[in-house]
């Protein structure tokens, strides 16, 4: 299978401190790829490398054929308009509704007429559950429902790809279980890349194709779910137990 990215001996320091170390990385194009990892491993790193909001200190990132490396803003837009990218705290607009976060992106990167955009927000609101929350505020939802939301916008754009970072950080059991659900199922119908960071294993058991983890700054495991299960790497091993 063709790659959709792929890390090139990739380094990055912040304040003198190394926190990607060489690493090496395949996403393939259609795959779900979980990356897991400790807190402050630079899981959240990748993926702010694939949109271009960071740029290696050495190596390559290539995205979609293209080498990214040292692009400018304007050169990133094709690329950044490929990718959807649902961030940790949802990143919605407080003083926009529903409708007006959902149709934003719209407004900005396309021609579409109102009609057609109403048509577009409507579709992917039902894709995540969400009927008839267009004129909410961010403000009125809940913790699970502002995640939908960002989710909803994060595909408005019918992308190539689709970036989680830490999708089901301080939400409870039963949600997180309805949108590692929903994640799977958002996948699957849009038939699009999806690159998920998460510290949830039980959520990344059940949603990858492929879990890769990273480790000082290095991917030091890929594989499917069961075979990272049948893992005898000691590190491995600890970090799924805990």
Same mark, same amino acid.
């Given at each position: 299978?063709?790659?959709?990215?792929?890390?090139?001996?990739?380094?990055?320091?912040?304040?003198?401190?190394?926190?990607?170390?060489?690493?090496?990385?395949?996403?393939?194009?259609? $795959?779900? &790829?979980?990356?897991? *990892?400790?807190? #402050? !491993?630079?899981?959240?790193?990748?993926? =702010?490398?694939?949109? %271009?909001?960071?740029?290696?200190?050495?190596?390559?990132?290539?995205?979609?054929?293209?080498?990214?490396?040292?692009?400018?803003?304007?050169?990133?837009?094709?690329?950044?308009?490929?990718?959807?990218?649902?961030?940790?705290?949802?990143?919605?607009?407080?003083?926009?509704?529903?409708?007006?976060?959902?149709?934003?992106?719209?407004?900005?990167?396309?021609?579409?007429?109102?009609?057609?955009?109403?048509?577009?927000?409507? $579709?992917? &609101?039902?894709?995540? *559950?969400?009927? #008839? !929350?267009?004129?909410?505020?961010?403000? =009125?939802?809940?913790? %699970?429902?502002?995640?939908?939301?960002?989710?909803?916008?994060?595909?408005?754009?019918?992308?190539?790809?689709?970036?989680?970072?830490?999708?089901?950080?301080?939400?409870?059991?039963?949600?997180?279980?309805?949108?590692?659900?929903?994640?799977?199922?958002?996948?699957?119908?849009?038939?699009?890349?999806?690159?998920?960071?998460?510290?949830?294993?039980?959520?990344?058991?059940?949603?990858?194709?492929?879990?890769?983890?990273?480790?000082?700054?290095?991917?030091?495991?890929?594989?499917?779910?069961?075979?990272?299960?049948?893992?005898?790497?000691?590190?491995?091993?600890?970090?799924?137990?805990?």
């Amino acid at each position: 299978m063709a790659p959709f990215a792929f890390f090139d001996e990739v380094y990055k320091e912040f304040d003198g401190k190394e926190v990607l170390r060489g690493l090496t990385l395949l996403i393939r194009k259609g $795959e779900v &790829l979980v990356i897991l *990892g400790g807190s #402050g !491993t630079g899981k959240t790193v990748i993926l =702010k490398h694939i949109v %271009g909001l960071l740029e290696p200190d050495k190596g390559r990132v290539f995205v979609d054929g293209v080498d990214v490396t040292g692009m400018d803003e304007n050169q990133l837009i094709p690329i950044r308009q490929k990718v959807g990218f649902l961030f940790q705290g949802g990143a919605l607009f407080d003083s926009m509704s529903v409708y007006e976060n959902m149709a934003f992106p719209l407004q900005e990167h396309t021609s579409l007429s109102s009609g057609e955009i109403e048509v577009k927000v409507k $579709e992917k &609101l039902k894709m995540v *559950g969400l009927e #008839g !929350t267009d004129w909410m505020m961010p403000t =009125k939802l809940s913790g %699970g429902m502002r995640k939908r939301v960002a989710l909803a916008r994060a595909i408005i754009l019918e992308p190539r790809a689709l970036l989680y970072d830490e999708p089901t950080t301080g939400l409870d059991p039963i949600t997180t279980k309805w949108v590692t659900k929903l994640m799977r199922n958002i996948h699957e119908q849009l038939k699009i890349t999806t690159i998920i960071v998460t510290h949830n294993i039980q959520s990344a058991m059940s949603v990858a194709d492929r879990i890769a983890f990273l480790y000082r700054g290095r991917i030091k495991f890929v594989g499917t779910p069961d075979e990272i299960r049948a893992c005898e790497d000691p590190i491995v091993h600890e970090f799924l137990r805990s």
